[in-house]
């Protein structure tokens, strides 16, 4: 049963951010690839994420319903895009035309509740899993998030770039969305089935009085909060300089989300094998982004002298500009991630 649990979580993982890409590729289509809209993009889905994670524990029984509710989503997401979606355009345009944050207002306000049900999968299918290998207040629950955080970024990471260099390029977006959508729905039944095996207590169970975090507690979790900004801020400033120096190309953001998922899955698989502590992993964070900047500029300069004689071969300029982004990217991101795994001591379960 647990593998059946691995394989759901890779498959939700395989759907949940790609579906970040496939929302910005039909938004942008209409709203217009600009950074804002891009923004608004990531902004909506981190603060759905952040709220579905936060309320998850109260819909433990419900993975299944959570999991078929993203698919029915896409799905009427993309039918009605695909019937009013110029309606809409010449509806939004010239109302936000002046108005930048009007624009991002309406985006977040339409990819919010998938953010959210999409926050659900991780919290949810820790505590499936943790109901087939032993208590839902197991002494260290944090193995099981590890292993079902790991599988679903890296399904995710592997989705994203396979969507923008393969299926999108054969299905178009409402399709793709489609089969994203149809994954959605086949694992939330297989998910009904899953979950009549699990223990009553991970549908029942509340939260104790004891949970309530401490002020100890409290303050580890605004260090959390505080590093946790930082991360977003430097994701926003990788989608910025990715569009500055390679161009405001679509595959840009994909390249970009793909490897902050790989960072996210190294850099927690990293702190759990060196339990270095919040306050190094902190400074080691903050050595990586410095270096990151330094390199900057002598990556750039690479870039333009490679892409110069690779241009020519799509292929290995693709694979030329993934390698630059990698370089200024994939540290920092891995040791922002080790940095939100370790945690302050005193606000780990």
Same mark, same amino acid.
């Given at each position: ?8 979580? =890779? ?99 339409? +990819? ?14 820790? +505590? ?39 299926? +999108? ?91 902050? +998922? ?26 990586? =982004? ?60």
């Amino acid at each position: 049963m647990q593998r059946w649990i691995a394989a759901l979580a =890779v498959a939700s993982g395989l759907c949940g951010i790609a579906y970040e890409l496939l929302y910005a590729r039909l938004l942008t289509t209409y709203l217009g690839d600009m950074f804002h809209v891009g923004a608004s993009i990531l902004v909506a889905f981190l603060l759905g994420i952040a709220a579905g994670s936060f309320v998850a524990h109260r819909w433990a029984r419900w993975l299944w319903a959570v999991e078929i509710g993203i698919g029915a989503y896409a799905l009427g997401f993309a039918w009605l895009f695909d019937r009013f979606g110029r309606a809409f355009q010449e509806a939004l345009l010239p109302a936000t035309a002046a108005h930048p944050a009007a624009l991002v207002l309406c985006v977040v306000s339409l +990819l919010l509740i998938p953010g959210i049900l999409i926050g659900f999968s991780v919290p949810l299918f820790t +505590l499936l899993l943790r109901s087939h290998t032993g208590s839902i207040r197991q002494p260290t629950p944090s193995t099981a998030f590890s292993a079902v955080y790991r599988f679903y970024n890296a399904g995710a990471a592997v989705c994203v770039l396979a969507i923008e260099f393969v299926v +999108l390029r054969q299905l178009g977006i409402r399709n793709s969305l489609f089969a994203l959508a149809f994954i959605n729905l086949i694992a939330g039944l297989l998910l009904c089935w899953v979950q009549r095996g699990a223990r009553a207590a991970v549908a029942r169970e509340p939260l104790a009085a004891d949970d309530a975090p401490s002020a100890d507690a409290a303050s580890g979790m605004r260090a959390l909060f505080a590093v946790s900004v930082l991360s977003g801020i430097y994701q926003m400033l990788l989608y910025k300089l990715a569009e500055m120096i390679f161009g405001p190309f679509h595959e840009n953001f994909a390249i970009v989300l793909a490897l902050v +998922l790989l960072g996210i899955v190294v850099g927690t698989h990293w702190a759990d094998r060196r339990p270095a502590g919040f306050a190094r992993w902190l400074l080691d964070g903050s050595i990586a =982004v410095s270096v990151a900047l330094l390199a900057t500029a002598p990556i750039v300069w690479l870039w333009a002298a490679g892409n110069g004689m690779l241009g020519a071969v799509p292929a290995l300029s693709t694979g030329f500009k993934i390698a630059a982004m990698a370089a200024m990217s994939a540290v920092p991101v891995a040791v922002f991630s080790a940095v939100l795994r370790a945690g302050p001591a005193e606000s780990m379960p």
